[in-house]
T-cell receptor, first 112, second 114 residues
Framework: EPEVTQTPSHQVTQMGQEVILRCVPI?????FYWYRQILGQKVEFLVS????????KSEIFDDQFSVERPDGSNFTLKIRSTKLEDSAMYFC??????????FGSGTRLTVV | AQSVTQPDIHITVSEGASLELRCNYS??????LFWYVQSPGQGLQLLLK??????LVQGIKGFEAEFKRSQSSFNLRKPSVHWSDAAEYFC????????????FGAGTILRVKS
């Protein structure tokens, strides 16, 4: 069964550093998403991406965040200057027309 | 405002007992409906989804869910719980248009006692 792949699985970074989280969505899916889950909390929508541009973003997705599809397969989330409160599990997802939202296994980001 | 409510933060059931996890939504129209399961430190696995048609939906791992339009509910059920079902369960909804984001409920943590 096709999978969404996320790398790395864990990342520890110093406050103020930039991080890039990587995702490979399912190849025939057209919409891609990033979600965040702070430990013990609900899964929160960050941004959706379609046709090489952002289609929707939440209020969490401020100027510190950006997304990119640098080639035909990767989908990245960049956090420019990390803060302690950015520590969370970040999930990538993609969807097909039959509404199969498939999630990756996540990247656990720890900001120290 | 659009919202998804899972009123039970924690539920504890005995192994072999039946289970029902509640989910209510508040949307202008009937959305697409989903249940996901998450084991500690793991990703989100889709249990089942409802788009239209038969209001009783069968999923993986012996789970089913029933859509009730009159109650704006999509409750998850399992007739006999196994210890391996202990996890966190999330209800999620998306407006009926391709590409709309999923909105998640706060989750229900299921504990199974032997």
């Amino acid at each position: 069964e096709p999978e969404v792949t996320q790398t790395p699985s864990h990342q520890v970074t110093q406050m103020g550093q930039e991080v890039i989280l990587r995702c490979v969505p399912i190849s025939n899916h057209l919409y891609f998403y990033w979600y965040r889950q702070i430990l013990g909390q609900k899964v929160e929508f960050l941004v959706s991406f379609y046709n090489n541009e952002i289609s929707e973003k939440s209020e969490i997705f401020d100027d510190q965040f950006s997304v990119e599809r640098p080639d035909g397969s990767n989908f990245t989330l960049k956090i420019r200057s990390t803060k302690l409160e950015d520590s969370a599990m970040y999930f990538c997802a993609s969807t097909s027309r039959n509404y199969g939202y498939t999630f990756g296994s996540g990247t656990r980001l720890t900001v120290v | 405002a659009q919202s998804v409510t899972q009123p039970d933060i924690h539920i504890t059931v005995s192994e072999g007992a039946s289970l029902e996890l509640r989910c209510n939504y508040s949307y202008g129209a009937t959305p697409y409906l989903f249940w996901y399961v998450q084991s500690p430190g793991q990703g989100l696995q889709l249990l089942l989804k409802y788009f239209s048609g038969d209001t009783l939906v069968q999923g993986i791992k012996g789970f089913e869910a029933e859509f009730k339009r009159s109650q704006s509910s999509f409750n998850l059920r399992k007739p006999s719980v196994h210890w391996s079902d202990a996890a966190e369960y999330f209800c999620a909804v998306a407006l009926m248009e391709y590409g709309n984001k999923l909105v998640f409920g706060a989750g229900t943590i299921l504990r199974v006692k032997s």
